[in-house]
């Protein structure tokens, strides 16, 4: 099973950006589905974005266009680059690994991280 850590959240203004980081340890890592989620205070967790072992990325809409997923298979770790930080991406973001499909759905994720916070100033 995966162990996950994320890192890289801080403070930030709006319209500023911040770059998280979950490095991973433990099974294959190429084979792991990774989703990030986050989860504000008073509100359930929700999907951010997620990527597959194949590459390929689904984004919530509300962070579309702003936030890019990657991974490097290499050093074991996911990226999530968010831009045009906005006050409302405040939240807890967490990183979760997965062999099924449908990654926008929090269920399916089996190991999830600490969870990195993420403030955003106006």
């Known amino acids: 099973q995966a162990q996950l850590v994320e890192s890289g959240g801080g403070l930030v203004q709006a319209g500023g950006s911040l770059r998280l980081s979950c490095a991973a340890s433990?099974?294959?890592?190429?084979?792991?589905?990774i989703g990030w989620f986050r989860q504000a205070p008073g509100k359930e967790r929700e999907f951010v974005a997620a990527?597959?072992?194949?590459?390929?990325?689904s984004y919530a809409d509300s962070v579309k266009g702003r936030f890019t997923i990657s991974r490097d298979n290499a050093k074991n770790t996911v990226y999530l680059q968010m831009d045009s930080l906005k006050p409302d991406d405040t939240a807890v973001y967490y990183c979760?690994?997965?062999?099924?499909?449908?990654?926008?759905?929090?269920?399916?994720?089996?190991?999830w991280g600490q969870g990195t916070q993420v403030t955003v100033s106006s």
């Open positions: 990527i597959s072992g194949a590459m390929f990325t």
């Open positions: 979760a690994a997965t062999t099924r499909k449908f990654l926008r759905i929090e269920h399916n994720y089996d190991n």
């Open positions: 433990g099974g294959t890592f190429s084979s792991y589905n």
